[in-house]
């Protein structure tokens, strides 16, 4: 990330949900490089977890770097406080621009063989908090002229991700989509931008967790671009989105992947032989 601040968002109210610390030091997550990303270029930050102590993290590295931003504790899968927190955001700052919806949580398991009980976590979790955020943020941008929602999909959302099914995660991802289209098209007259972001590869905490080396080398020969994504790569497409220079963008979906989705296994398939 570059250590160059910005006015890209100033006099911005942002939201960005999912925004605790991950990871350990520099190696931060989607939502918290989002975060960091919008307070340097000015936006004022609701920063919302259901982990205080990740959201902590998260503020005190944005006010190291001079940003403002204040942390709420909620469960965006919860009604109430998805309404509290477009609440807070009102009480504490005037108004609000910008909903980053970035909350997720994986789903294996394919239609066959996953547990039911997993199926409603999963989709409660990634693809009902976007329609309960939005629900509370709507018409608070309203009031403000307008805004910009960017809602964070998945390539898994697209194109089957992985040799391992993840059946509800891709329901999930894909659901967002399909939910971003049709509010992009039903808020527009009320001057609100709806965007997906589908990231790749992107080499986050999370993944770490669950990847081993060799994966994760996998993972970047599989781009056409042969090189690692970062959390950072996706906080600068949700930045863009954000901002005043997306005006006449609505109702799109912007792949972060290094190419992956222009490519067939085929064609990439000299690329995953033997060292490079």
């Given at each position: 990330m570059t250590t160059d601040r910005g006015t890209r968002l100033s006099g911005k109210v942002a939201i960005v949900?999912?925004?605790?610390?991950?990871?350990?030091g520099d190696f931060v997550g989607i939502g918290q490089a989002i975060s960091?990303?919008?307070?340097?270029?000015g936006a004022q930050v609701l920063l919302v977890d259901r982990e205080e102590q990740n959201a902590e993290t998260t503020l005190a590295?944005?006010?190291?770097?001079?940003?403002?931003?204040?942390?709420?504790?909620?469960?965006?899968?919860?009604n109430t406080d998805c309404q509290d927190m477009a609440d807070a955001a009102i009480s504490?700052?005037?108004?609000?621009?910008?909903?980053?919806?970035?909350?997720?949580?994986?789903?294996?398991?394919?239609v066959t063989d996953v547990d039911e009980e997993l199926w409603d976590t999963v989709i409660d979790v990634n693809l009902k908090s976007v329609m309960l955020t939005s629900k509370h943020a709507i018409p608070r941008m309203i009031e403000a002229g307008g805004g910009s929602i960017v809602n964070l999909s998945s390539i898994v959302g697209l194109r089957a991700g992985s040799g391992s099914p993840s059946h509800p995660?891709?329901?999930?991802?894909?659901?967002?989509?399909?939910?971003?289209?049709?509010?992009?098209?039903?808020?527009?007259?009320?001057?609100?931008?709806?965007?997906?972001?589908?990231?790749?590869?992107?080499?986050?905490?999370?993944?770490?967790?669950?990847?081993?080396?060799?994966?994760?080398?996998?993972?970047?020969?599989?781009g056409p671009l042969g090189i690692e994504g970062t959390p950072w790569d996706v906080a600068w497409a949700a930045l863009f989105l954000a901002s005043d220079e997306a005006r006449w963008v609505?109702?799109?979906?912007?792949?972060?992947?290094?190419?992956?989705?222009?490519?067939?296994?085929?064609?990439?398939f000299p690329h995953l032989q033997g060292p490079e």
């Open positions: 949900t999912g925004a605790g610390a991950t990871g350990n960091m990303l919008l307070a340097r270029h590295m944005i006010r190291e770097d001079g940003g403002d931003a204040s942390v709420f504790v909620g469960d965006v899968t919860s504490r700052y005037g108004k609000l621009n910008v909903l980053i919806n970035n909350v997720g949580i994986s789903g294996p398991g394919s995660y891709a329901a999930s991802k894909g659901g967002i989509i399909g939910l971003s289209n049709s509010m992009a098209v039903h808020y527009g007259r009320d001057q609100i931008r709806v965007n997906c972001i589908a990231p790749g590869h992107v080499h986050s905490p999370m993944v770490a967790r669950h990847s081993s080396q060799e994966m994760l080398e996998l993972r970047r020969r599989a609505s109702g799109a979906t912007l792949p972060v992947d290094a190419g992956l989705l222009a490519a067939t296994p085929l064609a990439m």
